[in-house]
């Protein structure tokens, strides 16, 4: 495994994740995938963590789509075993207990964009392209599209991206709902550091209450999604975040959390 498929920088808890093959548009292998497993370790450890951004190394691709090279001779044991590594590794991403952003630049194909499909919220560069191309390779998506698209953009439009394998502007993603920004590619970064200075004023494990409250009431009904909801309501109360947030709510001044 090459140990600079995927960098990591680490500043006070924000993780930023950078899929690091510029040369190949940053496409999905199993070095990649292992390298994302590598790190997915040690963030599940961390217990300083806020933020992770995910992004592609370069200015043309976030993630081109899985490596076709490496796909192209499988059986269908060694493809079936090649999703499911895919699937396990991204879902680790998806379950972190903190708000993963994927910062989309360029290509956001296949693969690629089923990685960003596991991140909480995406946002992109106004030269940004989407879309799930697999029908046009013989095969459909393998990385979670087929169901995680139609939970984010509603089934129709998923079906008839990945039955065409048309491609879509960053304007028409985020009409469908599929990021929720788009702005210029040199505002990225900047958006990044906005995103992070807010997050850092808010409490650590409010934030980390707030997104299990969405993630894990999606999968059920509505009153026991509210029950979760106030259990996890009444969980913040047993802790400082809460009492210091709330007594500099009433005395006029910023919480340090």
Not at 151 to 169: E, Q
Request: glycine share 8%; net charge negative.
């Amino acid at each position: 495994m090459s140990d600079n498929v995927i960098e990591k920088n680490d500043n006070d808890g924000v993780v930023t994740l950078t899929i690091n093959r510029p040369k190949a548009l940053n496409a999905l292998n199993s070095d990649v995938l292992d390298a994302l497993g590598a790190h997915l370790d040690e963030l599940e450890r961390q217990g300083d963590l806020r933020l992770v951004l995910l992004t592609g190394a370069g200015e043309k691709s976030f993630v081109a789509g899985a490596d076709i090279t490496e796909m192209r001779d499988k059986t269908p044991e060694q493809a079936r075993a090649f999703a499911a590594q895919a699937l396990s590794t991204i879902k680790r991403l998806e379950t972190l207990p903190v708000p993963v952003v994927a910062l989309v630049n360029g290509f956001c194909l296949g693969g690629g964009c089923e990685l960003a499909l596991v991140c909480d919220w995406a946002v992109a560069s106004d030269n940004a392209v989407f879309g799930q191309p697999e029908v046009l390779l013989g095969v459909i998506p393998g990385f979670g599209g087929t169901q995680r698209l139609p939970r984010r953009v509603g089934p129709a439009m998923a079906i008839d991206l990945v039955t065409t394998g048309r491609k879509i502007d960053a304007e028409e993603a985020l009409r469908i709902g599929l990021v929720n920004r788009v702005m210029p590619q040199a505002e990225l970064a900047a958006y990044a550091e906005e995103l992070t200075k807010q997050l850092q004023g808010n409490g650590r494990q409010s934030v980390r209450a707030a997104k299990q409250a969405v993630h894990d009431g999606m999968d059920q009904d509505l009153d026991s999604a509210l029950a979760l909801e106030t259990s996890l309501f009444a969980f913040c109360f047993a802790g400082d975040e809460q009492k210091e947030g709330m007594s500099a709510f009433v005395e006029k001044r910023k919480a340090r959390f």
